[in-house]
């Protein structure tokens, strides 16, 4: 399979479309960071979708995707789930980092610089 077959596929539009008009409080504020390449000049796009995945925000020039963890991603299942998916990522090239959040709520500078660290990481390699 080719790379960009597995980008936005056309058949997870309406999901993708979905979550963004129903994005979560946490999304909404990091988005307002993120959108209008606010943060370092990266470009980010929300609800992107990988595979049979739809990551909440994915930079494609640096392969770097963020997600935003609610309490259901602590229950067994789900951190099995997101172990799998991360991995799956992975092994695409594409970098994970993970915030919950309540990080974004109570510590959104911090999540801002970890964010900046990692898009000046990929930019040097």
Request: contains cysteine; glycine residues 0%.
């Given at each position: 399979m080719r790379?960009?077959?597995?980008?936005?596929k056309p058949e997870s539009k309406e999901k993708r479309k979905h979550l963004r008009k129903n994005s979560t409080k946490a999304?909404?504020?990091?988005?307002?960071?993120?959108r209008g390449k606010k943060l370092l000049g990266a470009k980010f796009k929300r609800q992107f979708s990988v595979d049979k995945y739809v990551i909440d925000?994915?930079?494609p020039k640096l392969n770097l995707a963020i997600e935003l963890d609610g309490e259901i991603h602590l229950e067994k299942v789900a951190i099995k789930y997101d172990k799998v998916r991360t991995l799956f990522l992975n092994n695409l090239g594409i970098e994970v980092i993970?915030?919950?959040n309540e990080e974004i709520f109570e510590s959104l500078p911090?999540?801002?610089?970890?964010?900046?660290?990692?898009?000046?990481?990929?930019?040097?390699n």
């Open positions: 790379k960009m077959e597995i980008f936005n999304e909404s504020i990091l988005w307002e960071e993120l925000f994915y930079c993970r915030f919950n911090l999540v801002l610089e970890r964010i900046k660290d990692e898009i000046l990481k990929l930019r040097s």
